[in-house]
């Protein structure tokens, strides 16, 4: 959105007297709410959001304490063009600081503390790899060329490892991709085009995570916890331990209304009646859906009953073709789960480690790994990250928090000989030390000053399940009066699923959508039509090979461009 459509949109007419439900509270459902508000002139009354659980935030979560030990399921890679998302907090008010937004002060931290990883990737117990180039040969280079110029529904459900040669998968591309995004073979090929598309400004940084921004805190505390209060103060009703069962949508011809929503609150049966009049939201489907967590000396159990998110979307998906298909997502846990774990570390040894692997020093506020260190030779494919510190508001300063996951947890470990799955915290953090280079003998002072809670999650890549047109519902589907889809499962088109940047977009999509308002909702980065781009991608994936991105730059690019003003942008 360019400051031309930065207007303040008119009142809807009649807006005073609709009603907004929401179904879920995720940053999806919390974004809704607020632009409801902001663009919508709804008041905070008007607007009720629904949650199972007892908490906001979905999968933005951070909790636990120094002595239970802290635990967040996952993390967020943000970068500077999320222009939803940052057009969502520039007006959030900051909790830390008055007179500020949640984006001033995003952005003054990640300004003078810019992310940058000197250790990306580890192997052999403990070397490191210092190549920063991808590794990418002729053959893989006109593979990507062509996934990017072919369209989606000319792939269809090609899935990645369908689409590659078994050459592109020993790559240093396909490592440092895989890890970040935590891509697997068997996932769309749409999707990986998706991400070469919307991403290409990043492909230089790929070695270093270099123009990835990230929180000062976990992603509750730093994202949810000011939205939330932010809502909470204009109004807005947050019904907790909450289920919505079904919805009842009269269809006529194609026209689709949602007459009733059915709930099932504490133990009790409601139903609320809605009109054309009233809107409602859905975030259909759930990354972090049956999550469960284990301890350090248990291993969580994997939950494969159908949670109440999958059940209401399927219920709803049965009443017509355009509210998708989610079995296509939830039907194959094998492919969709992987396992994640957080280490609490009281003392210096833990520390002392990881600043050693990392090569810096975990000041206060200050990028602690830059990012994720990948376990090339991991059977489990296990990477680790040390976010800033303190990551939650009530670590204390002797205190070190670290993330890792692993996305083959049906595999055994090559120190642990079990599977990933089935290992206590405790066993988990075992397979990370000797991965690190720690002898056996040498491991216990490591464990005594170690809280670990593994999460398994069933669900946390069903969104990059192969899929068609039509899978994944519109955010409004046709004919739709007054229900609208948000989230990571809803369509979109060019943009990114698994990003915080798809959940916000959704929601701006559907509040001005269902309200009619005359206000864009923010363009998509068109990072991929932009020659500076383009021309620092070609020289970052092109090698001593003649590859065909190097033929677009030398005899096409840099053709048009000889003798102008642009001339050096490919040299």
Not at 17 to 35: C, P, Q
Not at 374 to 395: A, E, G, H, I, Y
Not at 429 to 445: D, K, N, S
Request: charged letters at 25%.
């Amino acid at each position: 959105m360019n400051n031309y459509q930065r207007i303040h949109t008119r009142k809807p007419e009649g807006i005073e007297k609709k009603r907004a439900f929401l179904i879920g509270s995720g940053i999806a459902s919390l974004a809704a709410a607020e632009y409801l508000m902001r663009d919508g002139h709804m008041e905070g009354g008007q607007i009720t959001i629904f949650e199972q659980d007892g908490v906001s935030g979905g999968a933005l979560d951070g909790a636990g304490s120094p002595e239970e030990g802290f635990v967040a399921r996952g993390g967020r890679e943000m970068e500077a063009h999320y222009e939803c998302l940052w057009d969502l907090f520039g007006k959030i008010p900051s909790i830390e600081e008055e007179g500020r937004t949640v984006l001033d002060e995003f952005r003054e931290l990640n300004e003078i503390d810019p992310n940058f990883s000197k250790v990306r990737v580890i192997y052999n117990r403990g070397e490191k790899h210092r190549r920063t180039d991808l590794g990418l040969h002729e053959k893989n280079l006109n593979e990507l060329t062509k996934l990017i110029l072919t369209k989606e529904e000319d792939l269809g459900t090609q899935t990645v490892e369908e689409y590659f040669d078994s050459s592109f998968f020993e790559t240093d591309m396909w490592l440092y991709w895989r890890s970040m995004f935590a891509f697997e073979p068997w996932h769309s090929v749409v999707e990986m085009k998706r991400y070469m598309q919307r991403f290409i400004h990043l492909v230089p940084g790929m070695s270093t995570m270099r123009g990835l921004v990230f929180t000062k805190y976990n992603q509750y505390d730093s994202l949810v916890l000011p939205l939330k209060k932010h809502l909470e103060a204009k109004g807005v009703n947050f019904v907790f331990n909450t289920t919505v069962t079904d919805l009842d949508i009269a269809i006529e011809g194609e026209s689709k209304t949602v007459t009733a929503i059915h709930l099932l609150k504490e133990g009790q049966e409601e139903t609320i009646a809605t009109t054309a009049d009233d809107l409602v939201f859905f975030t259909n489907g759930s990354m972090t859906e049956n999550s469960s967590l284990g301890s350090t000396d248990a291993a969580p159990v994997l939950d494969t009953s159908e949670g109440a998110v999958w059940h209401l979307w399927k219920k709803i998906a049965a009443k017509d073709a355009v509210f998708g298909k989610p079995e296509v997502f939830c039907s194959d846990i094998d492919k969709t789960k992987w396992e994640s774990f957080t280490i609490t570390a009281k003392g210096s040894k833990m520390r002392e480690l990881l600043e050693a692997f990392a090569e810096r020093k975990f000041l206060p506020h200050r990028t602690a790994t830059g990012g994720i260190i990948t376990v090339k030779d991991s059977s489990w494919l296990m990477s680790v990250t040390v976010n800033r510190q303190p990551q939650f508001k009530n670590q204390p300063a002797d205190t070190t928090v670290a993330w890792a996951y692993g996305l083959f947890p049906d595999k055994k470990g090559d120190f642990i000989d079990k599977k990933m799955s089935e290992c206590t915290g405790k066993e988990l953090l075992q397979e990370l030390l000797y991965h690190f280079g720690i002898e056996p003998e040498a491991m216990q002072p490591y464990l005594d000053e170690c809280i670990v809670i593994p999460a398994m999650m069933p669900y946390i890549t069903s969104q990059f399940m192969p899929r068609l047109k039509g899978d994944r519902p519109e955010v409004i589907p046709q004919g739709s009066r007054n229900l609208a889809f948000l989230g990571q499962f809803c369509e979109i088109e060019n943009d990114c699923v698994f990003t915080v940047e798809y959940s916000v977009r959704s929601a701006i999509m559907a509040v001005y959508g269902l309200l009619n308002l005359e206000k864009l909702v923010p363009e998509i980065y068109p990072s991929l039509y932009d020659v500076r781009v383009l021309a620092t991608a070609v020289k970052t994936m092109k090698t001593d090979d003649e590859g065909i991105f190097k033929k677009i730059a030398e005899h096409v690019i840099k053709k048009k461009l000889e003798n102008t003003t642009f001339e050096d942008l490919v040299k």
